[in-house]
C-alpha cells in the first residue's frame, strides 16, 4: 500500500521525520512508492505579495528537483477543498494513510482538523508527526507543568530538550509516484521585484557559509544592519526547508554560536506562545493595550500609507521600509525601530503594521510576526515596556553608525556622507535629494503615547 506525504511548511527531504515515517510505512508495506503531495489554496496563494508568491513557487520548484519530479502540485480554493482534494490524492495512490508534519499554528491546526476529519471519513488516517521546531510546542512547561509567560526561562528549560540529532532520509533512494496528473507552479500575478534564491540546497549552504563567515562575531554584529552579520536562513526556516535541529547540531559553544542559538530560541518560544494563546495572532496578549487609545481617520490613514512607502521622513524607518519592498526581507533591529515608530510615534494598532508585514515578507512565520509586533507595541510577553520607546534618530546613529544602510535604500539620501544621513533636518542641502519631511515629531508623539500610556495604567 502506497502512502502520501503532504507537504505544507517543510519543504525539503533531509531531516524530516514526518517524511522518513511515510517512507518506513511504505517500505514495510509494500514497494515502498510514496506520492509526495503540495495543495496550493488559491485563495490564500493570490492573497500573498508577488516576492512571497515567487519565493514559494522557488521553494516549491526547489522540492519538485528534489523528488525526480515527482511532486504532484494541485490548485484548489478554499478549505473545504483542501480536503477534498487530499482525499482525491489518497484514493488515487491507493493509500491508506497520508503523513504530514503537525502545525502549531492556529491556521494550520484548522486545516489538518479539517483534512483529518475529511480523511477519515474516507477512511484514510492522516499521520502527523514532529513538528517545524527543535521541541513541539507545548512541550516546555514549568515544574508545576504550566507555560512560561517569559522568555529567560523558556530559554533554560528548552535548551537541554534541544538537543537532537537531525534524522536522515532512510532508506535514501525512494519510490516517488505520481497519483494524478500535476497541474505545475502556480502562477504569480506580477513579475518577482527582487531575485528569489530558495530550496533546500540552497539553506543548507547558506548555513554553511553562515558558520565560516559571521556566526563567531553574531553577538557583537548581528545588530547591525550596514552589515551582513546574521544569517538570512529566515526564509528558509519559515518554508521548512531546513529544520532548527540540522542547524542546533552544529553550533558551538563561542559566545556567537550561543546568541544564535538564543535567536533559534526565540522563533520556538512564540510558537510555544500562540500556540497556547492561539487569540494572540490579532488580539493583544495583554488586554490593557486594547483599551489604549489608537489613532483613526484619514490623517493616520495618510500616516500609515507614508509608513508603508518609506516616507515618514526619518531615514532609519524609510530604509527599513523600503528594504522590505526592495527585499521581501528587513534586518531585525530594523523590525524593531519600524514597529515602534508604527504604535509609539504614528499611536497605530500594531495589527496593522503585522499585516503589511505578512503580506510582503518572504520569511512570514505567524508565530514570530504576531508576537515581534507585539512585544515591540509592549503589549507582548517579555515585552519591552512600553516606555521603551525607539528613537529612530539615536538607533540609526547607533547601528548604521556610517550611514550606509540608509544610502542603500534611501536614494533622496545618497548625497549626504557618513552619519550626517540621520539628520538630513541639519544640513542646508539636506533636503535637496527630494527627501520627505518627517510626518510628526518624535520627542512630541513620545509624550503623547507616555500619556496614553498613563490612562491605561489608571484605568487598571
Ligand atoms: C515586528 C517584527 C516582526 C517579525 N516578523 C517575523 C516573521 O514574520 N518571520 C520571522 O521569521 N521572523 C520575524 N521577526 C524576527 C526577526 O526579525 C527575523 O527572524 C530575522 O530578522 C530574520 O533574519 P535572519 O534569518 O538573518 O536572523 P538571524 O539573526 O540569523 O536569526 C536566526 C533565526 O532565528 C530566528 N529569530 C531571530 N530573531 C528572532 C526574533 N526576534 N523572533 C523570532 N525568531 C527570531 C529566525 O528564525 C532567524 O532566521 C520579526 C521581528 C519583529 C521585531
Partial sequence: MARVFWFRRDLRIQDNVALNAAVRGANEDTDGAVAPVYVVDLEKFEALSPGR??????????????????????????????????????????AERVHATRAF????IAEQNAVGIALAEAGIFLQLDDSNYAVAPGLVNKPDATAYRVYTPFYKAWSPLAANAPVKLEPPKVNWLEPVECMGRPVPAEPSPFKIRAGEAFALRTFERFLLRAVKTYDEDRNRPDMSGTSHLSHALAHGEIHPRTILARLGDSPGEIVFAKEICWREFYADVLFRNPDSLTDYYDPRYAQMRYDTGSVSDERLNAWKRGETGYPMVDAGMRQLIADGWMHNRVRMIVASF???DLHLEWQQGAEHFEYLLTDFDPA???????????SGTDASPYFRIFNPITQGQKFDPNGDYVRKYVAELRH?????????????????????????????????ALARLAEIKQQH
Fill in 53 to 94: 508568491q515567487h519565493s514559494l513557487v522557488a521553494s516549491l520548484d526547489s522540492l519538485g528537483a528534489s523528488l525526480d519530479r515527482r511532486l504532484t502540485i494541485r490548485h484548489v480554493r478554499g478549505l473545504a477543498n483542501v480536503a477534498q482534494e487530499m482525499i482525491l490524492l489518497a484514493k488515487a495512490a491507493k
Fill in 105 to 108: 499554528d492556529p491556521d494550520g
Fill in 342 to 344: 508604527l504604535v509609539k
Fill in 368 to 378: 514570530s510576526n504576531a508576537h515581534g509586533w507585539q512585544w515591540t507595541a509592549g
Fill in 416 to 448: 549626504i556622507d557618513g552619519a550626517d544621513v540621520h539628520e538630513p533636518w541639519n544640513l542646508p542641502n539636506g533636503y535637496e535629494g527630494g527627501y520627505s519631511r518627517q510626518i510628526v515629531d518624535h520627542a512630541e508623539e513620545r509624550n503623547e
